[in-house]
């Protein structure tokens, strides 16, 4: 069974940095993609950063020049630094791989990060 588990949200003041980390168990394969989304009360769910199996990486306007993604050594496991935070990054944000042909879409659970002003 597939399970991605997200540690790492918490509450942060602005200005502040938080680390979210990503582990999927259960895949046999490398994820194609490893991608983070978001969502705030109220909001529909965002995207917010994806790195590639190769290294690239993509990001949302919102965020770009703050946050950084990053694939961990270990595989299929994926890295949210988020620095410069602003309470407007408050959300529950969710960890995202797609893998296989045709590709799977698999999901965590969410972690909270709240920052506060």
């Known amino acids: 069974q597939v399970q991605l588990v997200e540690p790492g949200g918490g509450l942060v003041q602005a200005g502040g940095s938080l680390r979210l980390s990503c582990a999927a168990s259960?895949?046999?394969?490398?994820?194609?993609?490893m991608r983070w989304y978001r969502q705030a009360p109220g909001n529909q769910r965002e995207w917010v950063a994806t790195?590639?199996?190769?290294?690239?990486?993509n990001y949302a306007d919102s965020v770009k020049g703050r946050f950084t993604i990053s694939r961990g050594d270990i595989k299929n496991t994926v890295y949210l630094q988020m620095n410069s935070l602003k309470p407007e990054d408050t959300a529950v944000y969710y960890c995202?791989?797609?893998?296989?042909?045709?590709?799977?879409?698999?999901w965590g659970r969410g972690t909270q990060v709240t920052v506060s002003s």
């Open positions: 259960g895949l046999i394969d490398s994820a194609k993609l």
């Open positions: 995202n791989a797609v893998v296989g042909v045709p590709s799977n879409n698999y």
């Open positions: 790195v590639t199996s190769g290294g690239s990486t």
